[in-house]
T-cell receptor, first 110, second 114 residues
Framework: GQQVMQIPQYQHVQEGEDFTTYCNSS?????IQWYKQRPGGHPVFLIQLVKSGEVKKQKRLTFQFGEAKKNSSLHITATQTTDVGTYFC??????????FGKGTTLSVSS | NAGVTQTPKFQVLKTGQSMTLQCAQDMNHNSMYWYRQDPGMGLRLIYYSASEGTTDKGEVPNGYNVSRLNKREFSLRLESAAPSQTSVYFCASSTLGQGDTEAFFGQGTRLTVV
């Protein structure tokens, strides 16, 4: 079945450093979504990418979808303590359920 | 507008007991999902329902049953709880499109089986 792999599992950075998490799917996806989960909370939607090679930005966050629609990345520029949490990618094929990666847990020290 | 509501928020069960986790959404979404979250394992899909009247197994369905009672409600039942089912359970819903669109999650149910 469809698998979504995400690396790294954990990342610790100093405030102000950049951070990137990578997501790879075993199958071609119709779209990929990114979620953030704060400690003790529930996943919250950040963005959806649909087109091959798509790049979207949200302030300090940059999201990319690969040309083959099998991989994606989330890059945070100049991390802040408010960025702490676990970032999940989730992919689906047309009409199927979202399959989540295992997530990257980001910690930030000031 | 409450979004996705899960009950209960916390539950402790003894091995062999049964229980039903309730989930309701008020966003008129077609698709609903149950995930479990364990440390280091991410969110694993237990069952999902693409539309009212249909349910499908996900990655880890063993030991669980589901009911899509109507468009709003999707329940998850543990017939005979086991310690391996200790986890945080999340219900989610989304609209059905070409690939699912944004999923909205409930607050989660923290279940401990002793």
């Amino acid at each position: 079945g469809q698998q979504v792999m995400q690396i790294p599992q954990y990342q610790h950075v100093q405030e102000g450093e950049d951070f990137t998490t990578y997501c790879n799917s075993s199958t071609t996806l119709s779209n990929i979504q990114w979620y953030k989960q704060r400690p003790g909370g529930h996943p919250v939607f950040l963005i959806q990418l649909v087109k091959s090679g798509e790049v979207k930005k949200q302030k300090r966050l940059t999201f990319q979808f690969g040309e083959a629609k099998k991989n994606s990345s989330l890059h945070i520029t100049a991390t802040q303590t408010t960025d702490v949490g676990t970032y999940f990618c989730a992919g689906s094929q047309a009409g199927t359920a979202l399959i989540f990666g295992k997530g990257t847990t980001l910690s930030v020290s000031s | 507008n409450a979004g996705v509501t899960q009950t209960p928020k916390f539950q402790v069960l003894k091995t062999g007991q049964s229980m039903t986790l309730q989930c309701a959404q008020d966003m008129n979404h077609n698709s609903m999902y149950w995930y479990r979250q364990d440390p280091g394992m991410g969110l694993r899909l237990i069952y999902y329902s693409a539309s009212e009247g249909t349910t499908d197994k996900g990655e880890v369905p063993n030991g669980y049953n589901v009911s899509r009672l109507n468009k709003r409600e999707f329940s998850l039942r543990l017939e005979s709880a086991a310690p391996s089912q200790t986890s945080v359970y999340f219900c989610a819903s989304s609209t059905l499109g070409q690939g699912d669109t944004e999923a909205f999650f409930g607050q989660g149910t923290r279940l401990t089986v002793v």
